[in-house]
C-alpha cells in the first residue's frame, strides 16, 4: 500500500477511535440527537466556508441525488440509530453489533461492486468481528433489548450501504462536497428530530461539553468523513472497511490508559485477532507465472 493512503487510514482510525471516550464524557451534559445533529450541522458549514471558492464543482442539478442519498444513510441513519441503539443496549454489545458493518460491506462490495471475495478474506472478516467480540466483552452487562439490538443491526446496514454507494458514486462528484453535503443536510434532519423529542436547555455549556463539540465538529466529522470518503474512492471498500475494526480497539487500549479500566486476556486475544484480519483481508493472492521457453535463433 501507499505511504500516503497508510498514513491517511492512521489519522482516521486515530481520530475515531479517541472519538468515542471523548464524546462519552460529553454527553453527560447534552441531549444525544441534538449533540449528534450540531456536530454535523457545524462540520458540513465548517467544510463549505473553507471549500467555498470551488462552489462550481457542487453540480446541484446533476449530483443532488448522491448528496441526499449519502446524508440519509452516512450521518441521519448512521448517527440517529446509533444513538437511540445506545439507551437500550449496553456499549460494549452495541459496539459489536455496529462493527458487523466490514462483513456486510464485504459482501455489499462483492455483489454490487464486483471486488473480489476469497476464502482467506472471508477469514479475515470473521477474524476481525470476532476481534471487536473480544475487546469490548467487558461491555456485555446491563439489560439487553431487541429493539436495541434490531436498532444496532439497522446502523451497521445502514454504515455498510453508505459506504458501498459512496464507492459506486465517488467518481461522479467532488469528494470535499459530498462530504459537506452529506454532513448539512443530515445534520439539518437530526436537529429537527433532536428538536422535537430533547430540550435544547438541558444542554450544559461548560467546557467538557464544548471542548467535545469543537473536536467533533472539526475531527470527528469534517476531517474524518474527508478521510473516509477518499479512502473509500481510492481503494477496496471491504479493505478500507476491515481497517475499522481497529477503531473500537483502540478506544478500549486508550481506555486502559487513561481512564483506568483493566487489560484483560480478552482485549489482548481480541488485539491478535485484528491484526490477523487486517493482514488477511489484504493479502494478495500470488499468481504463478509460466515460464515461456526462449526459442534459439536459426541458424544459416
Not at 439507551?87 to 452495541?94: A, C, D, I, R, T
Not at 434490531?150 to 459530498?178: C, E, F, H, P
Request: glycine share 10%.
Amino acid at each position: 500500500m501507499k505511504v500516503k493512503w497508510l498514513l491517511m487510514m492512521s489519522g482516521l482510525i486515530v481520530i475515531w477511535g479517541v472519538s468515542w471516550p471523548i464524546y462519552k464524557l460529553a454527553l453527560d451534559y447534552t441531549p444525544p440527537l441534538l449533540f449528534s445533529g450540531m456536530r454535523c450541522l457545524l462540520g458540513g458549514l465548517l467544510l463549505a466556508i473553507v471549500i467555498w471558492k470551488t462552489r462550481d464543482r457542487i453540480q446541484w442539478r446533476k449530483n443532488w441525488k448522491i448528496y441526499i442519498v449519502t446524508a440519509i444513510l452516512n450521518i441521519t441513519l448512521f448517527y440517529g440509530l446509533q444513538t437511540e441503539g445506545l439507551k437500550l443496549v449496553p456499549s460494549g454489545l452495541f459496539s459489536v453489533i455496529v462493527y458487523f458493518q466490514p462483513i456486510l460491506v464485504g459482501l455489499f462490495a462483492w455483489i454490487w461492486l464486483g471486488e473480489s471475495m476469497t476464502v482467506t478474506k472471508v477469514i479475515g472478516l470473521i477474524l476481525g468481528f470476532l476481534g471487536v467480540i473480544s475487546v469490548s466483552a467487558e461491555g456485555f452487562t446491563g439489560h439487553v433489548s431487541v429493539p436495541g439490538i434490531i436498532l444496532g443491526l439497522l446502523t451497521a446496514v445502514s454504515w455498510a450501504l453508505g459506504t458501498v454507494y459512496t464507492k459506486k458514486t465517488a467518481n461522479s462528484v467532488d469528494s470535499l462536497w459530498m462530504v459537506a453535503f452529506q454532513c448539512l443536510i443530515g445534520g439539518v434532519i437530526l436537529m429537527i428530530a433532536g428538536f422535537s423529542t430533547e430540550k435544547w436547555t438541558s444542554i450544559v455549556w461548560n467546557g467538557t461539553y464544548i471542548f467535545g463539540l469543537a473536536f467533533g465538529t472539526i475531527l470527528g466529522i469534517a476531517i474524518s468523513w474527508i478521510l473516509y470518503v477518499l479512502l473509500v474512492k481510492t481503494g477496496d471498500a471491504s479493505v478500507v472497511a476491515t481497517f475499522t475494526f481497529l477503531v473500537p480497539m483502540l478506544a478500549v487500549i486508550i481506555g486502559t490508559v487513561f481512564m483506568n479500566e483493566p487489560f484483560t486476556i480478552l482485549l489482548f486475544v481480541g488485539i491478535l485477532f485484528i491484526v490477523a484480519s487486517i493482514y488477511l483481508v489484504n493479502k494478495k493472492k500470488k499468481t504463478v507465472q509460466k515460464q515461456v521457453p526462449v526459442q534459439g535463433k536459426m541458424g544459416a
